[in-house]
């Protein structure tokens, strides 16, 4: 039975989701039934279709008291909105339902895995959020919080943890039917770790073990971890708070890392080997992975930062963040690679195609324009002398244009929005370090109504970034310093 709280928010959501236009949303990326949108949650294939669930607070376009929204896909890129699942609403979770995970129990239920958060005053007059793990079960639709939450609190913590930062719980089943978590928490150091919990039935917890510790090397708390196995490799992803920049590699900020390693299943330990930004353009965190009943690994980010939050406050949406597109991810040469779903394909209309195009100055191509767009370029020096700089300009007009640009000499790969439309002067630039040898460079650039996502060298590198250029500013046009060759592939995506 549904509490009071959790059915005001569904005949909220139910009634308010129908002032927003379809044209007035992404068209192929999860956004907010109404209100704001965070973390994905519950990333999970359950009784025959993909489920989301998210970070929501469907009352304000603005961060708020912390709810589960949801929505189920069949292709991952076309979303049906189901009632909110969650709402805070217990003792133990009446500051927030915050993210978590989900799988599906021997007996067919759902079983959801949250941080509960309680708001507790401090000596000094201030208050800090006690964070717990809780439970709820459910089938697909309505949930039922267990009746022993919180399942995971202090007494479960390492000596000199904080009960504070214990959040973001991801589980999975191992091949022998147990089942482990890992859980961001702040230990004695200020910076952050992983914690290991296992359990037999995917009710009592147990501590195991710290899976994996910062001292301080990237930023400090680490927030929302997946870990998983790739092409032989043991994967850990998570977000680091307050990191500061190494190179191009990582940024100021709220950041996102993955840590490559050895995994040994037997006694749960991972060695890490190397490590990696996620993604190096402006809006991508918390990301969370699953593997579909296919084999593929395929991950999906909040598409946001959260130092740009302010960029549609001055216009007070009814709705407020998005998902990335799902990736499908892979481990080669000890990298992380990810690409559009294959399912994206399917979306593909209308092409245009130009082999072999020289570029010098300014250049525009016929068919090549569009706020929908799937487009493949190739670029390379057209003569013995190297380019100096070259451009993509995307959702252009006379005013406005949100821009990808690559010098040759320095390897360095830019995007660029502050000429997108914004009004404030929040995070509008991300330089990384790309692979262009001799000034050869493959680009795969998606762009939505309200996005756009680059995808390097095959998946080497990606960027994702918001934009929120007015709809009519679609065209396209290229920018070389030099003398540039480009084999262009654009399809409209409906």
Same mark, same amino acid.
């Given at each position: 039975m549904?509490s009071?709280t959790?059915r005001e928010a569904r005949?909220?959501?139910?009634a308010?989701?129908k002032?927003i236009?379809?044209a007035?949303?992404?068209a192929?990326?999860?956004?907010?039934?109404?209100g704001?949108m965070?973390?994905?949650?519950?990333?999970?294939?359950y009784?025959g279709v993909y489920?989301m669930?998210?970070?929501?607070?469907?009352?304000?376009?603005?961060w708020?008291p912390?709810?589960w929204g949801?929505?189920?896909?069949?292709?991952?890129?076309?979303?049906?909105y189901?009632?909110?699942a969650l709402?805070p609403d217990?003792?133990?979770?009446?500051?927030?339902?915050?993210?978590g995970s989900?799988l599906t $129990?021997? #007996? @067919?239920?759902?079983? &959801?895995?949250?941080?509960?958060v309680?708001?507790e005053? %401090?000596?000094?007059?201030?208050?800090?959020?006690i964070?717990?793990?809780?439970?709820?079960v459910g089938?697909?639709t309505?949930?039922?919080?267990?009746e022993?939450n919180?399942?995971?609190?202090?007494?479960?913590?390492?000596?000199?943890?904080?009960?504070f930062d214990?959040r973001?719980?991801?589980m999975?089943?191992k091949?022998d039917?147990?089942?482990?978590?890992v859980?961001g928490?702040?230990?004695?150091?200020?910076?952050?770790?992983i914690?290991?919990?296992?359990?037999?039935n995917?009710?009592?917890?147990n501590?195991k073990?710290?899976?994996?510790?910062?001292?301080n090397?990237?930023g400090l708390m680490?927030e929302c971890?997946?870990?998983? $196995?790739? #092409? @032989?490799?043991?994967? &850990?992803?998570?977000s680091?708070q307050?990191?500061?920049? %190494?190179?191009?590699?990582?940024?100021n900020?709220?950041g996102?890392?993955?840590?490559?390693g050895?995994y040994?299943?037997?006694?749960?330990t991972?060695?890490?080997?190397?490590s990696?930004?996620?993604d190096?353009?402006?809006?991508?965190y918390a990301?969370?992975?699953?593997?579909?009943p296919?084999?593929?690994?395929?991950?999906?980010g909040?598409?946001q930062?959260?130092?740009?939050?302010?960029?549609?406050?001055?216009e007070?949406?009814l709705?407020f963040?998005?998902?990335?597109?799902?990736?499908?991810?892979?481990v080669?040469?000890?990298?992380?690679y990810?690409?559009p779903?294959?399912e994206?394909d399917?979306?593909?209309s209308?092409?245009?195609?130009y082999?072999?195009?020289?570029?010098?100055g300014?250049?525009?191509f016929?068919?090549?324009c569009?706020?929908r767009?799937?487009?493949?370029l190739?670029i390379?020096?057209?003569?013995?002398?190297?380019?100096?700089?070259?451009?993509?300009?995307?959702?252009q007009?006379e005013?406005?244009?949100?821009?990808?640009s690559?010098r040759p000499?320095?390897?360095?790969?830019?995007i660029d929005r502050?000429?997108s439309?914004?009004?404030?002067?929040?995070?509008?630039?991300?330089?990384?370090?790309?692979?262009?040898k001799?000034g050869?460079?493959?680009?795969?650039i998606i762009?939505?109504r309200?996005?756009?996502?680059?995808?390097?060298?095959?998946?080497?590198?990606a960027m994702?970034a918001?934009?929120y250029?007015?709809?009519?500013?679609?065209?396209?046009?290229?920018l070389?310093?030099?003398?540039?060759?480009m084999?262009?592939?654009?399809?409209?995506l409906v």
């Amino acid at each position: 039975m549904a509490s009071q709280t959790l059915r005001e928010a569904r005949k909220y959501e139910e009634a308010c989701e129908k002032l927003i236009k379809e044209a007035e949303r992404p068209a192929f990326h999860l956004s907010a039934r109404i209100g704001w949108m965070n973390d994905p949650n519950g990333f999970s294939y359950y009784n025959g279709v993909y489920h989301m669930f998210y970070q929501y607070h469907p009352y304000d376009s603005v961060w708020g008291p912390m709810h589960w929204g949801h929505a189920v896909s069949r292709d991952l890129l076309h979303w049906e909105y189901l009632p909110a699942a969650l709402a805070p609403d217990e003792i133990y979770d009446r500051d927030g339902c915050f993210s978590g995970s989900a799988l599906t $129990l021997p #007996d @067919g239920r759902h079983l &959801l895995m949250y941080t509960g958060v309680v708001q507790e005053r %401090q000596k000094n007059g201030g208050t800090l959020e006690i964070q717990a793990q809780c439970l709820a079960v459910g089938d697909g639709t309505d949930y039922e919080k267990y009746e022993n939450n919180p399942v995971l609190d202090e007494k479960d913590l390492p000596e000199g943890s904080s009960r504070f930062d214990f959040r973001d719980p991801k589980m999975w089943q191992k091949e022998d039917g147990t089942y482990c978590c890992v859980v961001g928490n702040r230990p004695a150091d200020g910076s952050g770790h992983i914690l290991l919990y296992t359990s037999t039935n995917g009710f009592h917890w147990n501590f195991k073990k710290v899976f994996i510790a910062n001292h301080n090397r990237f930023g400090l708390m680490w927030e929302c971890p997946d870990f998983f $196995l790739l #092409d @032989g490799k043991g994967v &850990l992803l998570t977000s680091p708070q307050d990191m500061m920049p %190494q190179g191009f590699e990582y940024h100021n900020g709220n950041g996102t890392l993955c840590l490559i390693g050895s995994y040994d299943g037997y006694t749960d330990t991972f060695c890490e080997e190397s490590s990696q930004s996620i993604d190096y353009g402006i809006d991508f965190y918390a990301p969370q992975t699953i593997l579909a009943p296919d084999g593929r690994r395929i991950m999906i980010g909040w598409m946001q930062n959260w130092d740009t939050c302010s960029t549609r406050v001055s216009e007070r949406p009814l709705w407020f963040g998005q998902m990335s597109l799902p990736r499908e991810l892979h481990v080669k040469n000890g990298r992380l690679y990810q690409w559009p779903v294959k399912e994206l394909d399917a979306m593909r209309s209308g092409k245009a195609a130009y082999q072999n195009v020289h570029v010098h100055g300014t250049a525009r191509f016929a068919g090549i324009c569009g706020r929908r767009v799937d487009m493949e370029l190739s670029i390379r020096p057209g003569s013995n002398t190297m380019y100096r700089k070259f451009s993509i300009r995307l959702a252009q007009d006379e005013e406005f244009y949100t821009s990808l640009s690559l010098r040759p000499e320095e390897s360095i790969l830019k995007i660029d929005r502050k000429f997108s439309g914004s009004r404030r002067a929040v995070i509008h630039q991300r330089r990384s370090l790309v692979d262009c040898k001799n000034g050869e460079l493959k680009l795969r650039i998606i762009l939505d109504r309200f996005s756009v996502e680059v995808f390097v060298n095959g998946g080497e590198q990606a960027m994702s970034a918001t934009i929120y250029t007015r709809q009519e500013a679609d065209g396209i046009s290229f920018l070389a310093d030099g003398d540039v060759w480009m084999d262009i592939v654009k399809y409209d995506l409906v």
